[in-house]
């Protein structure tokens, strides 16, 4: 079921020979049964070599919740994959963080690729999701279909992302059939900016909600992997989850979805105005850069740098 784990069946005692096939299959993957089933599995999935679409979904089922996160370059998504994310999301929220636009329609498909390729060359572990740009897919399923593989063949990426639902969905279906794993994402689509005129909480009305409620369920039985769900109240959210069998990751959307993903600058605070209440803040790099900065501007200028003496922090 799972091939990047180890085969050996350890079963020690008379109890344990006993156990329903369902735990055993557990016990394939992770032996001590001193443990609650919950860590097991937690433990069992952190040793998986290389996170997939089918570890993915095991973990929904067995209840695990999903990290993700974005990275945009070499070095960030390098430190994301050895930490032990389970996917990292190469978002075209870079055409903010990483390129300074206001929203994230300008940035291109050459852009995105440069970005993708610099995020799989660090990773080991997790699986890799390209957001397509927007106008790479929307209107045209062979353009689409074009967009998603040249992000697979020239970034060497392992499934791609695209906003919306019934709209884009022959879009979808087009590179499903290229055997590309696709990401649904819904509710606040931030290429759609324009439309909504605004970023506070979409699907509070009952006629957006069951367009989301249907959308989430057309995206399953298209194909898709797994569904973004992006600032929906936590009720919908939940409800949303429990009505799929693929993998639902929230963005403000609460608790009750399959896992959580987050843009890195924002975890770490690099960036400051974005203030979001879903938001939580690990970090203050803004300020602990810029420390380390005027520190060293300081030591230039009073020509304590370069000296003898070496400063070694950690
Ligand atoms: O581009 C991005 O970073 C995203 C996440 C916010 C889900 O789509």
Same mark, same amino acid.
């Given at each position: ?33 001193? =443990? /609650?089933?919950?860590?097991? %599995?937690?433990? *069992? ?7 997939? +679409?089918? @570890?993915?979904? #095991? ?21 994301v994959d050895d930490a032990g994310i ?93 055997? =590309? /794993?696709?990401?649904?994402? %819904?509710?606040? *689509? ?7 005129? +605004?970023? @506070?909480?979409? #699907? ?111």
């Open positions: 079921m799972m091939p990047f784990l180890s085969k050996k069946i350890v079963l020690t005692n008379e109890k344990e020979a006993q156990t329903p096939l369902k735990f055993k299959q557990k016990e394939y993957f992770c032996p001590n049964f001193n =443990i /609650p089933l919950k860590k097991r %599995l937690m433990s *069992t999935y952190k040793e998986v070599k290389r996170v997939t +679409t089918h @570890v993915l979904k #095991a973990m929904k089922q067995d209840n695990v919740k999903i990290s993700m996160l974005t990275a945009y370059d070499y070095s960030m998504a390098r430190i389970d996917i990292i999301l190469v978002g075209d929220s870079a055409s903010n963080v990483m390129a300074g636009h206001e929203t994230t329609l300008p940035i291109t498909l050459d852009q995105m690729i440069y970005h993708a390729s610099s995020v799989v060359r660090a990773v080991k572990r997790s699986f890799v999701v390209v957001d397509l740009p927007f106008g790479s897919y929307q209107g045209d399923p062979k353009a689409a279909l074009r967009a998603a593989i040249r992000i697979m063949k020239e970034a060497g990426a392992h499934g791609v992302k695209l906003e919306g639902g019934v709209e884009i969905k022959d879009s979808i279906a087009r590179i499903l059939s290229a055997g =590309i /794993p696709v990401m649904g994402h %819904l509710g606040l *689509t931030p290429q759609s900016i324009y439309k909504f005129g +605004t970023y @506070v909480v979409r #699907a509070k009305e009952q006629e957006e909600a069951d367009q989301l409620r249907k959308d989430a369920k057309l995206l399953e039985k298209l194909g898709c992997f797994g569904i973004v769900i992006e600032k929906i109240p936590a009720s919908l959210g939940e409800e949303v989850t429990k009505s799929v069998n693929i993998p639902v990751i929230g963005i403000g959307a609460g608790g009750g979805v399959d896992g959580q993903v987050l843009v890195i600058h924002d975890l770490l605070g690099i960036t400051k105005e974005f203030q979001p209440r879903f938001l939580r803040r690990y970090l203050d790099l803004y300020e602990d850069i810029k420390g380390a900065v005027q520190n060293y501007i300081e030591d230039v200028k009073s020509q304590d740098f370069p000296n003898k003496a070496v400063l070694r922090i950690g």
